[in-house]
């Protein structure tokens, strides 16, 4: 298995692998900032495993998810997560395409979130 990181910032990295054609995504992520903003018209799954993050899903009250916890993000829904503490979620099954697909309300409430915490620091 080999592993190749995609990006870094200030928020943290996005790193991907890739088993047997499918490319998973680990976001390593410092308390305060968010991620997502995306939509995918595919299902999209995820798990925390490390820290505590809050996902946002267009539909449902935002919710907190810990490690070892499981999401599961419906087909053309919205979403991003803050993370509560430093955090390193799994993300799978959203193709290399997909994760560039932002919904541009969404997408605008990740940065103002990500812009107030850079004011923060």
């Given at each position: 298995m080999e592993s190749k990181l995609i990006h870094k910032d200030s928020r943290g990295t996005i790193t991907c692998f890739y088993i047997d054609g499918v490319e998973y995504t680990i976001l390593q992520t410092r308390k305060g900032f968010a991620r997502g903003g995306c939509i995918h018209n595919v299902v999209e799954h995820a798990a925390v495993l490390q820290g505590e993050v809050e996902y946002h899903i267009r539909g449902n009250a935002a919710f907190k998810v810990q490690k070892g916890d499981n999401v599961h993000v419906q087909s053309e829904t919205p979403h991003y997560f803050v993370s509560l503490t430093d955090s390193i979620v799994l993300e799978w099954n959203?193709?290399?395409?997909q994760k560039k697909r932002k919904d541009t309300e969404w997408r605008s409430m990740v940065e103002?979130?990500?812009?107030e915490r850079e004011k923060q620091q």
């Open positions: 959203a193709p290399p395409d103002k979130i990500n812009e």
